[in-house]
Every structure is written in C-alpha cells, then in structure tokens.
C-alpha cells in the first residue's frame, strides 16, 4: 500500500485525519480495532513513533481507546463526539460563510425550501 | 524491557576523526544516538559515511572516541558482533553457499538467532534450502540476508544502502518487512542510501554528512519545526531574499524557497507569511544543503 | 585488542564444517575422483598381467626343428612353482607396504592443500564476503586457525581415508587375482601384522605432520592476506624474484654466498613443507635411511619421522609459522576493505 503524504502538515496529523474519515464514513465502528501500530507503519512505510503519535492523540481526544494486550479500538462514544465536533465546525465556520453568500445573492428562506424540492423531484 | 545498565546512547561519538594518509575521510565528527531510532545517513559519494560505518563496525581503526552499545569498536569487536548487525552491501553473501547452510551456519554461531523467524520469512519467498546463493538473482539474494538479519535479535542494525540496485518491488518490501516483524523500541537503525525518499518517512532522525564533517543532525521533528519551503508570490520576493533563504528553486515560474529559521535571521511566522509554507521533503533538503559539493 | 581464540569449540566446528562446504570439491571429490580412476587402472594392469602372464611365452624349441625351420613351443613361465614364489614375495611386500599404492593421491593432496592456503584469505576479499563474514561474532582467530586446522588436519584426515581405502582395493584385486591363478595370498598378507599396523602407522605421523607444515602454512595464508591480486602469482614471483635477487648480488659482489640454504630452508621450506614426508628430504637425520628404498619396513618411517620433534629444524618453522599465522589474523582483522 502507498500513500501520498502532502507536505503542508505533519504527517501524523494526515494519519489522523485519516482514521477520523474512517470512523465518519462508517468503515469504524465503536467497539472495531484499529490495525496495530506495526502494521499501519509497515503497509505505509512510516516510522513507528509517527504512527503511534497518531494513536495516542486519537485517544487523547476520546476517539479511540487502549484495551491491554489488544490493541486500539474504537470508543463507542467516537460517532457521537466526531458527530458534535463535525456539527459545531459547521455551525461556527461553514454556516456563517453561507449565510453571507445567501446575503450577498438575495436568497432568503422560502427560495430555499422552494429549490430544495425541486430538487428533490429532480434528484 | 529497556536494558538499565547500558550507556544511554547507543552510540556515542566525539572526535571521531578517520585519515587515509593525508586525506582526512572523517573529519572530528561528534554525535549521540540514542535507542529505538531509525537514522538515516545521507551523504554524497566519498562524504565519510561509509567510513562512519566502518569506524563503527570495528572494521577500521580511527582516532577520537567512539562507542557503540558502551563498546569500544577497536578493542571489543568479537562482542560488540554478539549484539550487532550489518548488511553492507547487497552482494556479499558467499556465492558457493545454499539457503539451508547459511541457515544451519548462522543458527549454529549465533547466540541471538532464531531460526524458526528465519524459516518463517524464506517460507514466503522463492528460495528452496539446496539453492545456491551464485542461481539467485540479486532481489532473492537480499531477501536471503535479510532472513538471516530479521532473525537476529540485534540491538543495532547497519544498513548500507541495502536496496542498491534492486527493483522497486524488493525495495519497498525490504522496508515493510523491517517494519513489520523486526524494528522495535528496543532496537536502532542506521541507514544510508541514495534513495532518500523512500525512507523519508520512515526516519526518525537525519545525519547529512559531507566532506568528513556532519552538515546537518536533527530527529525528523526538529527538521519539520526549522525548516520551512515557501512559494513566495512575485511581490514578496524582496523581503524573502532578505530573510536569507539557504536555497532558491524555480517552480512552474515561480519561486520557491527554502528557509532555515534556526540559522537566517527569521523567524517561522515571518517566513510563512511570505507564501505557501510547507516541510521540505528531504530530498529537497539535502540538494540545498549540499550545493557546491557537486559544483 | 582480543585476539582469544575463546571462541567456543561449537563455533569451530562450524567454521570447520564450512571450510568443508565450499571446498568439497578439493578436499573430497578430487582425491576420490583420482581413487577412482587409479583403482580401475590398476584393477586392469593387474588382471591383464596375470592374465598375459598365465597364457605363457612363445619360444623356439631348438631341439625340435622340422624340415629345417624351429618348432614353436609354449613354454608357461607361470609354474606352480614359480606363482608360489612369485605370490610369497609378493605377500610380505603386500603387506608392509600396500600404502603406497596410495602414493599419487599425495599429489592431489599437496595441490589442494597450497590453492587452499592462498585462497583461504584472498577469495573472502575479493567477492566481498568477508563482509559477511565479519558481521557474525566470529573472531579472526578463529577463523584463521579454522583454516589452518582445515588444510593440516582435515585434509589430510580425508586424503588418509580414501588412500587406505584405495589401497585396500587394490590389495583385495591382487589377492583374488593370485588366488584365481592358484595361489592364495589372502591368508599370507591378512596372517601379517604388518598389514593392520601400516594404516595406523601412517596415521600416527599426523601430529609430525601438523608441526612440520606450520610454516608453510602460515607463509601462503600471509601472501593471500596480503596479496592486492592473483595470490598464485606472488607466491611464484616473489621467492623467485628475491633469489634470483641474491645470486646477482652475490655473483656481482663476489660475496661468496652458499645459496642453497636459502633455497632450501626458505623456499623449499616455505613451499613444500604441505608435502607429507617432505622431512624425509629436508631434514633427513639417518643418511643411511630413504623412506622409498625401504618400502618393506614401515617402522623406520614411523620413527624416523617422530624422531624430527628432537631436531631444532622443526620447531624453528613451528614458531615462525605460529608467528606467520599470528600476523595473518592481525592482517585480517585490520585490512581495510571496499
């Protein structure tokens, strides 16, 4: 396995962000084990410590959770917090920036709904 | 699980100086590393790396001091072998010898050998025990060294640009394997080789050398924080050059930069306001670092 | 700097057994092949002797001309009587001496043994090897004397064994030959004592052996150390070159120089002491005693041979050669290669 790692964030981070759209795209559920750090550093060809450092932040958020002698899981609060974390991202930063757009383009509420149907009949 | 009674660093360097005659190779070089490391020793032809090794393989004399694993190369080599390893070259293996006696001979006078490891590995991989090292191809041979280096529990390992010359598939499996079934906190790793990119990412700490001297030696983090490539806009280009950049390329027209915020009078916040900031790959670093040497 | 052979017996049996694998072909199939051979010829020679032998001679019978021209008469040189003297004679010579009929596989022996020691520490330079040599914890003493012990004990061990072998063969052809033609030489040479002491002589003159080929040795394994390439060829050149060196000085100066002992205690010491019972020739002690003249009696070989422990001819070479091997580990442990 290959992967492309871009140069603007560390790569641990990157791996991060990876599990994160694992657990967001449903291909983790709670209570799933992540691959062990070994294995993740040998199909990537990355440095144990980079994999690990990965791993404990995930845990540090709560994500995931050390089981003794087993590995990494997924906690079954993971959907629930990446849901919330996802939804107040949305609401602090994508949100408003529609909204100005809205303001910009005249659309109010009623367009809105009005589209969204149309749409939905058309979709 | 960590060994309490050995020296903190794996090895230890200070002074090491190595001259042929007149020319020096190794020129009063000092450095630390400590355990559960993967290095990587990046250095043009006739940098001293080579020699760097070989001080530390007990394999040539030199001046200064030197010690690997609390052991002084010179005078405790039979020992020092008991707890290192080293490929160092692709192809050295005997040409005379089949799988099964490079097995037995290796099981035979190693104390840190496990055979059944070895066995383990050849099982996934082309080679019967009655073939002979000469009927190999130069991927199999690799993968038979490599058989009997994994299954020796080595608290050092030297690689010597281990993937000369093979093709990309026996390379990337070299480093997954490694990866996989043998590297641990408990062991180190040096390795050289040309082709920096594809350990990149499997480093943990970077030596560059040059001309006998150590240019560069910092983990992978350290790099990551100092070092900063940016794609300066046209209009930033005055105040870039004026922070200092240790190296300038030309990128689809425009210019890219590279900065070392621990030697330029700069600071990280400055330079990324210059542009695109990103970690420069370490082939990009080394290029940079190592202009006038192939001038 | 730990030069302790301390390695433990284990490793060197390892280090023995490796010698044995890559070099099979000298120190097993050469000697065997040659056996072979040997053992088939002489089979022949022996049978087609007997053979054209029992068939008799052609004369011409004088006595018995008819209408003026000799009669033929088949005359059998072969009596009874003469194969039972001819069998005697050759059961007690049998017996004594059957080893050396073995004789050319010494040959076979000595080339092995000198392309060995010249490329025991050359060839692992020159594929590069020696860099995998060096990264398992084997010490050069060990390996080193791994080398001398293959070439002066193994070898020879080996040699010894498919000689006696060959010899036996060749001895039980002769007897079944004799006993087809009427005369059973079976019970002549088995019934000598000779015959069951002769191997076990010859192995005993192993330890005379191993002290009298030390500095030969120690002198090839030093030039494959040290040589940057072709060994064979500074083992040749250099002896030749220094002496031909020597007796232009000599004559130039007018030195007066005897160069025979450079000749021989250098050179032929150097070179040829691999030579089992080249004592014999360099070092002889009884000048009325020659190992080849008295094939009938083993017993003078055996004590002549041991008898070089007392003289300081051996021990001369014992130390140098010990001191030759000695600094062949130091060149191995601290040559710098590739």
């Given at each position: 396995m290959n992967a492309d790692w871009h140069d603007n964030t560390p790569i641990y981070r990157q791996l991060k962000a990876r599990v994160v759209e694992m657990m967001l795209d449903g291909l983790l559920k709670p209570g799933d084990a992540l691959p062990s750090v070994r294995q993740i550093a040998a199909d990537f060809q990355l440095n144990p410590i980079t994999v690990s450092r990965a791993y404990q932040e995930l845990a540090d958020e709560q994500l995931v959770e050390k089981k003794r002698g087993l590995g990494m899981y997924m906690t079954d609060g993971a959907s629930e917090k990446l849901l919330d974390s996802e939804r107040t991202r949305f609401l602090n930063e994508e949100w408003p920036a529609v909204l100005e757009r809205l303001d910009r383009l005249g659309l109010n509420a009623s367009d809105l709904l009005l589209a969204a149907e149309t749409g939905v009949k058309n979709g | 699980?960590?060994?309490?009674?050995?020296?903190?660093?794996?090895?230890?360097?200070?002074?090491?100086?190595?001259?042929?005659?007149?020319?020096?190779?190794?020129?009063?070089?000092?450095?630390?590393?400590?355990?559960?490391?993967?290095?990587?020793?990046?250095?043009?032809?006739?940098?001293?790396?080579?020699?760097?090794?070989?001080?530390?393989?007990?394999?040539?004399?030199?001046?200064?001091?030197?010690?690997?694993?609390?052991?002084?190369?010179?005078?405790?080599?039979?020992?020092?072998?008991?707890?290192?390893?080293?490929?160092?070259?692709?192809?050295?293996?005997?040409?005379?010898?089949?799988?099964?006696?490079?097995?037995?001979?290796?099981?035979?006078?190693?104390?840190?050998?496990?055979?059944?490891?070895?066995?383990?590995?050849?099982?996934?991989?082309?080679?019967?025990?009655?073939?002979?090292?000469?009927?190999?191809?130069?991927?199999?041979?690799?993968?038979?060294?490599?058989?009997?280096?994994?299954?020796?529990?080595?608290?050092?390992?030297?690689?010597?640009?281990?993937?000369?010359?093979?093709?990309?598939?026996?390379?990337?499996?070299?480093?997954q394997?490694?990866l996989e079934?043998?590297?641990?906190?408990?062991?180190?790793?040096?390795?050289?080789?040309?082709?920096?990119e594809?350990?990149e990412h499997i480093l943990s700490?970077?030596?560059?050398?040059?001309?006998?001297?150590?240019?560069?030696?910092?983990s992978m983090d350290e790099i990551a924080e100092r070092f900063i490539e940016v794609m300066?806009s046209?209009?930033?280009?005055?105040?870039?050059?004026?922070?200092?950049?240790?190296?300038?390329?030309?990128?689809?027209?425009?210019?890219v930069?590279?900065?070392?915020t621990?030697?330029?009078?700069?600071s990280a916040d400055a330079v990324k306001a210059l542009g695109e900031a990103r970690a420069p790959g370490?082939?990009?670093?080394?290029?940079?670092?190592?202009?006038?040497?192939?001038? | 700097?730990?030069?302790?052979?301390?390695?433990?017996?284990?490793?060197?049996?390892?280090?023995?057994?490796?010698?044995?694998?890559?070099?099979?072909?000298?120190?097993?199939?050469?000697?065997?092949?040659?056996?072979?051979?040997?053992?088939?010829?002489?089979?022949?020679?022996?049978?087609?002797?007997?053979?054209?032998?029992?068939?008799?001679?052609?004369?011409?019978?004088?006595?018995?001309?008819?209408?003026?021209?000799?009669?033929?008469?088949?005359?059998?040189?072969?009596?009874?009587?003469?194969?039972?003297?001819?069998?005697?004679?050759?059961?007690?010579?049998?017996?004594?001496?059957?080893?050396?009929?073995?004789?050319?596989?010494?040959?076979?022996?000595?080339?092995?043994?000198?392309?060995?020691?010249?490329?025991?520490?050359?060839?692992?330079?020159?594929?590069?090897?020696?860099?995998?040599?060096?990264?398992?914890?084997?010490?050069?003493?060990?390996?080193?004397?791994?080398?001398?012990?293959?070439?002066?004990?193994?070898?020879?061990?080996?040699?010894?064994?498919?000689?006696?072998?060959?010899?036996?063969?060749?001895?039980?052809?002769?007897?079944?030959?004799?006993?087809?033609?009427?005369?059973?030489?079976?019970?002549?040479?088995?019934?000598?004592?000779?015959?069951?002491?002769?191997?076990?002589?010859?192995?005993?003159?192993?330890?005379?052996?191993?002290?009298?080929?030390?500095?030969?040795?120690?002198?090839?394994?030093?030039?494959?150390?040290?040589?940057?390439?072709?060994?064979?060829?500074?083992?040749?050149?250099?002896?030749?070159?220094?002496?031909?060196?020597?007796?232009?000085?000599?004559?130039?100066?007018?030195?007066?120089?005897?160069?025979?002992?450079?000749?021989?205690?250098?050179?032929?010491?150097?070179?040829?002491?691999?030579?089992?019972?080249?004592?014999?020739?360099?070092?002889?002690?009884?000048?009325?005693?020659?190992?080849?003249?008295?094939?009938?009696?083993?017993?003078?070989?055996?004590?002549?041979?041991?008898?070089?422990?007392?003289?300081?001819?051996?021990?001369?070479?014992?130390?140098?050669?010990?001191?030759?091997?000695?600094?062949?580990?130091?060149?191995?442990?601290?040559?710098?290669?590739?």
């Amino acid at each position: 396995m290959n992967a492309d790692w871009h140069d603007n964030t560390p790569i641990y981070r990157q791996l991060k962000a990876r599990v994160v759209e694992m657990m967001l795209d449903g291909l983790l559920k709670p209570g799933d084990a992540l691959p062990s750090v070994r294995q993740i550093a040998a199909d990537f060809q990355l440095n144990p410590i980079t994999v690990s450092r990965a791993y404990q932040e995930l845990a540090d958020e709560q994500l995931v959770e050390k089981k003794r002698g087993l590995g990494m899981y997924m906690t079954d609060g993971a959907s629930e917090k990446l849901l919330d974390s996802e939804r107040t991202r949305f609401l602090n930063e994508e949100w408003p920036a529609v909204l100005e757009r809205l303001d910009r383009l005249g659309l109010n509420a009623s367009d809105l709904l009005l589209a969204a149907e149309t749409g939905v009949k058309n979709g | 699980m960590v060994d309490t009674n050995l020296t903190d660093f794996i090895i230890d360097a200070k002074n090491l100086t190595k001259r042929y005659g007149k020319s020096v190779a190794v020129d009063n070089i000092s450095f630390q590393i400590p355990a559960g490391r993967i290095v990587g020793l990046i250095g043009p032809n006739g940098s001293g790396k080579t020699t760097t090794l070989k001080a530390m393989l007990g394999l040539v004399p030199f001046e200064g001091e030197l010690k690997v694993l609390g052991l002084d190369p010179r005078t405790q080599r039979d020992e020092l072998m008991k707890q290192v390893s080293f490929i160092a070259d692709v192809a050295v293996l005997p040409r005379w010898i089949r799988v099964r006696e490079a097995i037995d001979f290796v099981a035979g006078v190693h104390p840190k050998f496990d055979r059944a490891k070895a066995e383990r590995y050849i099982q996934n991989t082309k080679l019967k025990p009655a073939m002979k090292v000469k009927e190999m191809s130069k991927g199999m041979i690799v993968q038979l060294h490599l058989a009997l280096v994994m299954a020796i529990d080595a608290k050092l390992l030297v690689l010597d640009e281990p993937t000369l010359g093979l093709d990309i598939l026996y390379r990337k499996q070299f480093y997954q394997n490694l990866l996989e079934d043998y590297f641990d906190e408990n062991k180190t790793i040096i390795v050289t080789t040309h082709q920096v990119e594809e350990i990149e990412h499997i480093l943990s700490d970077l030596m560059f050398i040059r001309e006998g001297k150590i240019t560069l030696s910092a983990s992978m983090d350290e790099i990551a924080e100092r070092f900063i490539e940016v794609m300066v806009s046209a209009d930033n280009l005055a105040a870039a050059l004026a922070l200092k950049p240790i190296d300038e390329r030309q990128v689809f027209g425009k210019s890219v930069m590279l900065f070392d915020t621990a030697t330029s009078n700069s600071s990280a916040d400055a330079v990324k306001a210059l542009g695109e900031a990103r970690a420069p790959g370490i082939a990009d670093l080394f290029v940079a670092t190592m202009r006038g040497t192939y001038a | 700097m730990s030069t302790s052979i301390g390695t433990d017996v284990n490793t060197m049996k390892w280090l023995i057994k490796r010698e044995f694998w890559e070099h099979k072909g000298g120190f097993f199939w050469a000697p065997v092949v040659v056996a072979i051979v040997m053992a088939v010829f002489l089979a022949v020679a022996i049978a087609g002797t007997a053979y054209v032998g029992s068939q008799g001679v052609v004369t011409y019978n004088v006595e018995s001309i008819d209408g003026g021209v000799a009669q033929p008469k088949t005359v059998k040189v072969l009596t009874p009587e003469k194969i039972k003297e001819v069998g005697e004679q050759l059961s007690v010579q049998i017996a004594h001496a059957y080893m050396g009929i073995s004789a050319p596989l010494l040959a076979v022996f000595y080339l092995a043994v000198v392309f060995f020691c010249l490329g025991a520490l050359y060839d692992e330079r020159k594929n590069r090897s020696i860099l995998f040599w060096k990264s398992l914890p084997i010490s050069d003493a060990a390996t080193v004397v791994s080398k001398v012990v293959t070439a002066i004990v193994l070898a020879p061990v080996l040699t010894f064994c498919v000689a006696t072998i060959l010899a036996l063969v060749v001895v039980v052809v002769a007897c079944t030959t004799s006993m087809l033609m009427g005369f059973n030489m079976f019970s002549e040479v088995l019934g000598a004592a000779s015959f069951y002491f002769a191997p076990l002589q010859i192995a005993a003159l192993l330890p005379v052996y191993v002290l009298w080929a030390l500095p030969s040795v120690g002198l090839l394994l030093m030039i494959g150390a040290l040589a940057p390439s072709k060994p064979f060829l500074w083992a040749v050149g250099t002896p030749l070159v220094t002496g031909v060196f020597l007796a232009m000085t000599n004559s130039i100066f007018q030195f007066g120089w005897n160069l025979s002992w450079y000749w021989r205690d250098i050179v032929g010491r150097g070179f040829l002491s691999v030579m089992p019972g080249s004592w014999f020739a360099m070092n002889p002690l009884d000048s009325h005693f020659s190992p080849t003249a008295n094939v009938v009696d083993m017993a003078p070989l055996f004590s002549q041979s041991w008898q070089q422990l007392a003289t300081a001819n051996l021990w001369i070479g014992v130390v140098v050669g010990s001191a030759m091997i000695y600094a062949a580990i130091r060149v191995r442990r601290w040559k710098d290669e590739g």
